[in-house]
């Protein structure tokens, strides 16, 4: 199955693309696909292909979705969307939510659960999170969604990836999302992270949204929560790295929606040949996006959640000289290969201090990021 697209769409419509504000690339068509991530890993090592684009699974012992593109586009800057997408024929998006995945007592069940686990068990943090099922009338363009994401995002943050090499249940599938958290970037013997752990929703009152922000910096619960991120990154990082500069407190950064606790992790690499696929495999999942210990905590949201696909995966590229970068797939959807609909989800760390009601919030005001590019 192809993906729906208008056929009055530009003929550069590209099949994977990352808009970063430091630089942008985005491909078309397919040479290879890998579904073992390590297999590309090798190929890329071996010189054997020159670029390999795509998406990560949330969970490790799935297929990904990785492309080695036909043509490739590299820009300095976030990407441009093209006219059609912005004001042209492109632009018409009609969007309603068809269903929820849980119900919205069921997560607060959920949350509640795990709180009671984390106090009586070794599991420290687990992520829980909760889908949005969306039907589009008429079908959708992937590319538009992508559009409108990089447009409304804080630092033209956007990604599109194509699901279909995972696998015939994801043939025509679009991975399109706005993350503003690099899982790895690595450019030559320099290796950076920058984690998101502890949120805020954003206010629309200027003084009330400062004190949000700086209230969350305060935070203790929040400031555990992310502690547990950074802690993962070190240790991942510290063998593979001759040194690795972490801040010992972290800092605030923010998207239209939320505020963020951040932390900037930057580290030399031993080994050059070390690539930016091989550190995404090796540091995911993050407790970010999944909990503490890891194992633990992906074994409880297995249980309780519906499967995540590509959501709290990765979506990035990598060249054969190593050099590349991940982001985390949150703030994100998975488009349906003919268009009609849509999932989006959001998630929220939950720890021994978590409230159920406050946690259900900020997977609300996360699902704005994607709700709000949809017109919902």
């Known amino acids: ?216 910096l305060s935070s203790t619960k929040n400031l555990e929560e992310h502690s547990y991120v950074v802690n993962h990154l070190r240790a991942v990082l510290e063998p593979l790295c001759e040194r690795v500069d972490i801040l010992d407190t972290p800092e605030l950064t923010k998207t239209n929606e939320m505020w963020h606790l951040a932390t900037p992790v930057v580290g030399t690499l031993k080994d050059p040949a070390t690539s930016a696929l091989e550190l995404a495999l090796l540091v995911h999942p993050t407790p970010a996006i999944c909990g503490t210990p890891t194992d633990a905590a992906e074994g409880l949201i297995k249980t309780a959640e519906s499967p995540r696909n590509f959501y709290a995966g990765a979506v990035g590229w990598c060249d054969s000289t190593g050099d590349g970068e991940y982001m985390v797939a949150i703030r994100c959807a998975e488009v349906s290969g003919d268009g009609t609909h849509a999932r989006a989800w959001a998630g929220g760390g939950i720890v021994a201090d978590s409230d159920a009601q406050q946690e259900f919030d900020e997977t609300t005001a996360k699902l704005r990021t994607i709700m709000r590019s949809l017109g919902l």
Request: no cysteine.
């Open 1 to 216: 199955m192809s993906v729906h697209r208008d056929p009055a769409a530009p003929p550069t419509a590209p099949d994977f693309l990352l808009s970063r504000g430091h630089g942008s690339i985005r491909t078309q068509g397919s040479v290879e696909t890998f579904t073992d991530a390590w297999a590309a890993v090798n190929a890329l090592k071996e010189g054997r292909v020159p670029l390999v684009v795509g998406a990560l699974p949330f969970d490790r012992d799935k297929a990904a979705a990785l492309t080695v593109p036909k043509t490739v586009i590299r820009e300095e800057g976030p990407l441009e969307p093209h006219s059609y997408y912005r004001f042209g024929p492109g632009s018409v998006l009609s969007a309603e939510v068809a269903g929820v995945d849980p119900s919205p007592l069921e997560h607060l069940r959920r949350v509640n659960a795990a709180i009671a686990t984390i106090k009586k068990t070794p599991l420290q943090k687990v992520v829980l999170a909760r889908a949005v099922d969306i039907s589009f009338n008429p079908p959708v363009d992937p590319l538009l969604v992508a559009a409108r994401l990089i447009d409304n995002s804080h630092n033209k943050d956007g990604f599109i990836a194509d699901l279909t090499p995972a696998g015939p249940e994801f043939a025509g599938h679009m991975l399109v999302g706005s993350s503003p958290e690099v899982l790895i970037k690595r450019q030559g013997s320099t290796v950076s992270a920058y984690p998101l752990a502890g949120s805020a929703p954003r206010l629309s009152d200027p003084v009330r949204d400062l004190e949000q922000g700086q209230s969350l």
